[in-house]
């Protein structure tokens, strides 16, 4: 059981170069999310997918696309990467939305490591 | 902006004593998570406690809620040199969906 998984692990990119990040999870998680992490502030959610084919935006979505094609796939884009862009991306899903009274926990990838000169 | 904030920004124990950290946070919240991060690896889930609850407990790890002073607390107590690590807050912020604090970092020497 791999639970979240992400690809690829490092990457460095030129300004203007685009990419993409790949999340997989194999627990059946309807909810996937896309968080970005940076020094001294914590994770900020980017973008976000209720169930396959829907996405919506979180704090943080402008630079950023993302798709779910597939339930347990989940996919970060960056179609002109600039150096504000130089971050920790981390995937997670859920098998509830954490606002819920009943809510459960995220699961959490390894991360992926951007770095944009 | 960030809904959780914890205190203290770092914490440095040695092996055998306890650890408590705090987080604070603006609105009223479903339940309120607790993760760790060890460096260069991904979050991993501690605990969650709900709006009813005051207390919980895991094994070594105690967790407090007070809604009405908005905050809570996570105690580890004698601590271990693998406990050092990042530990996060997280409560639904005005997304909906789960926001973190910017974290406690927990050194322990033995």
């Known amino acids: 059981n791999a639970g979240v998984t992400q690809t690829p692990k490092f990457r460095v990119l030129k300004t203007g170069q685009s990419m993409t990040l790949l999340c997989a999870q194999d627990m059946n998680h309807e909810y996937m999310y896309w968080y970005r992490q940076d020094p001294g502030m914590g994770l900020r959610l980017i973008h976000y997918?209720?169930?396959?084919?829907?996405?919506a935006k979180g704090e943080v979505p402008d630079g950023y696309n993302v798709s779910r094609l597939k339930k347990q796939n989940f996919l970060l884009g960056l179609e002109s990467a600039a150096p504000s862009q130089t971050s920790v991306y981390f995937c997670?899903?859920?098998?509830?939305?954490?606002?819920?009274?009943?809510?459960?926990?995220?699961?959490f990838g390894e991360g992926s490591r951007l770095t944009v000169l | 902006s960030q809904q959780g904030e914890e205190d203290p920004q770092a914490l440095s124990i040695q092996e055998g004593e306890n650890a408590t950290m705090n987080c604070s946070y603006k609105t009223s919240i479903n339940n309120l998570q607790w993760y760790r991060q060890n460096s260069g690896r991904g979050l991993v889930h501690l605990i969650l406690?709900?709006?009813?609850?005051r207390e919980k407990h895991s094994g070594r790890l105690r967790v407090t809620l007070d809604t009405s002073k908005k905050s809570s607390s996570l105690l580890i107590t004698a601590s271990r040199a693998a406990d050092t690590a990042s530990y996060f807050c997280a409560t639904e912020g005005s997304w909906g969906k789960l926001q973190f604090g910017a974290g406690t970092q927990v050194v322990v020497t033995p």
């Open positions: 997670a899903s859920s098998y509830s939305l954490p606002g819920q009274m009943y809510a459960g926990e995220l699961f």
């Open positions: 406690i709900r709006s009813n609850e």
């Open positions: 997918s209720v169930g396959e084919g829907t996405t």
